[in-house]
């Protein structure tokens, strides 16, 4: 399934997210890192919480680089998406994703 990948207005900051450029769904904003609870699958927009996902930690994979770890505050389902640093338009910003190792006990 092909995903969505539009822009959006981020619920918790309120920053104007634009869209990745690099193939994959952008899913989380990149200023606060805080999501919405919409996918089932990455990107396609079936669940019907939506409830703000809020980032709780960070973790390191190999193959796919920093994730992001977040938690719905509406009915706790946790998740993980992987950060946006190589985006040219619109990157994560680095400064948000070290405070959020730091939280989450990251070296």
Do not use: Y
């Amino acid at each position: 399934m092909q995903g969505t990948n539009n822009a959006f207005t981020c619920a918790h900051c309120g920053a104007e997210v634009r869209p990745l450029r690099n193939g994959s769904v952008r899913n989380h904003c990149p200023v606060c890192l805080h999501s919405l609870h919409v996918d089932i699958q990455p990107g396609d927009r079936a669940c019907t919480c939506h409830g703000v996902m809020v980032p709780v930690g960070l973790d390191q994979s190999g193959k796919k680089g920093w994730m992001i770890l977040h938690r719905c505050s509406k009915c706790g389902f946790e998740g993980r998406n992987r950060a946006a640093l190589d985006d040219p338009d619109q990157p994560d910003d680095w400064d948000a994703l070290v405070a959020l190792s730091r939280r989450s006990g990251q070296p």
